[in-house]
């Protein structure tokens, strides 16, 4: 493997590895351990403070507007978005836009998340007296407590004095770590305090392979009058007739509560085979204790479970009354056409 390196006069020349000592797995590691390090002391470092925020936040009425300048900024986004993924409407506005016209984004319901670590980021005022204007909560993210940002907030995440990773001290790389995480424990206390299911994280991811593992059975099954199902004591040339009508290769069939109490499929047919096959009754050919799938069961769960059991086609049941009854019917195809596999 070879590096490639600009020297003085901006010319490439291939170096090999050994050869620039600047780039070392001992820096990198010298990295990690030290924004590791700054996050074990964030942690421990959590009060009361955090408390009154996500008291603060659960309180909006409005949404959650995060901001920040520069890589706080980008930081900021990515908090607004988690936010808004767990159950926080939040947006994130850029406070030097905001100095623009963005300021009427801001509503008085409305809570504000504000990141900088100096707390004295000349973008920001405009911002920050509009709050006060306003009377819009303001939750400070900052390392400097006697910041104005800090002095001018509502309620104040302070984060420890550790030096940033960056070689220099200059480029944010610890103090945007920090805020990260604790963007990332605001989301998941106020997820939890919510109560916020996996349904409704659904709701939010509806594509990508997040929304596939999310698809419940009932969002893909067959229903009503496609699900294949006799009664018991109908004869076998009239199920055998439903069965061929709905082409999932096989055909349940229910006592009168609806309860599904065997299947017959191709393989039951062959088994039955005779001349006697189509003057039988359905409970003489079926085969009894079918598997089943329950309607709000994950569509992962009921592949993998098709999988095992090596069939193609399973009957969906709901509870009523602590009495399964059948409402769909769902097909292998069913999870290729959803894109789960």
Not at 185 to 199: C, K, M
């Amino acid at each position: 493997m070879t590096v490639i390196a600009f020297n003085a006069n901006t010319s490439l020349k291939m170096q090999k590895p050994d050869a620039v000592s600047h780039f070392t797995l001992e820096e990198a590691q010298r990295v990690l351990n030290l924004e590791a390090k700054a996050l074990q002391v964030l942690s421990k470092s959590i009060d009361e403070s955090f408390l009154k925020a996500c008291q603060i936040i659960i309180e909006t009425k409005g949404r959650v507007v995060v901001s920040g300048m520069g890589k706080s900024g980008h930081i900021a986004r990515k908090i607004a978005a988690t936010l808004s993924s767990t159950g926080t409407p939040s947006l994130f506005v850029h406070p030097a836009e905001a100095s623009h016209g963005d300021l009427g984004m801001i509503s008085p319901m409305d809570t504000l998340i504000v990141l900088s670590s100096s707390g004295e980021t000349t973008e920001l005022s405009n911002l920050l007296a509009y709050a006060q204007r306003r009377l819009i909560p303001l939750i400070a993210i900052t390392q400097r407590k006697e910041s104005t940002l800090a002095e001018t907030s509502t309620v104040t995440l302070l984060l420890p004095s550790i030096e940033e990773a960056c070689p220099l001290g200059l480029a944010p790389t610890t103090s945007t770590t920090m805020m990260l995480a604790l963007g990332d424990a605001l989301g998941t206390t106020l997820l939890n305090f919510r109560g916020f299911s996996p349904e409704d994280f659904g709701v939010f991811h509806p594509g990508g392979k997040l929304g596939q593992r999310l698809v419940r059975v009932s969002q893909i099954m067959h229903r009503n009058e496609k699900v294949p199902v006799v009664s018991l004591g109908t004869p076998m040339n009239k199920a055998i007739l439903t069965m061929t009508s709905h082409g999932f290769g096989c055909v349940g069939v229910i006592e009168n509560s609806g309860t599904l109490v065997g299947i017959i499929t191709d393989g039951d047919l062959r088994r039955h085979m005779n001349t006697n096959l189509l003057s039988a009754l359905v409970e003489e050919v079926m085969t009894t204790y079918p598997y089943t799938i329950h309607a709000g069961a994950l569509a992962e769960e009921a592949l993998a479970f098709m999988n095992e059991k090596q069939v193609t086609a399973l009957f969906v049941v709901e509870s009523k009354q602590d009495i399964d009854h059948v409402v769909g019917i769902v097909h292998i195809h069913d999870f290729l056409r959803a894109n789960i596999s």
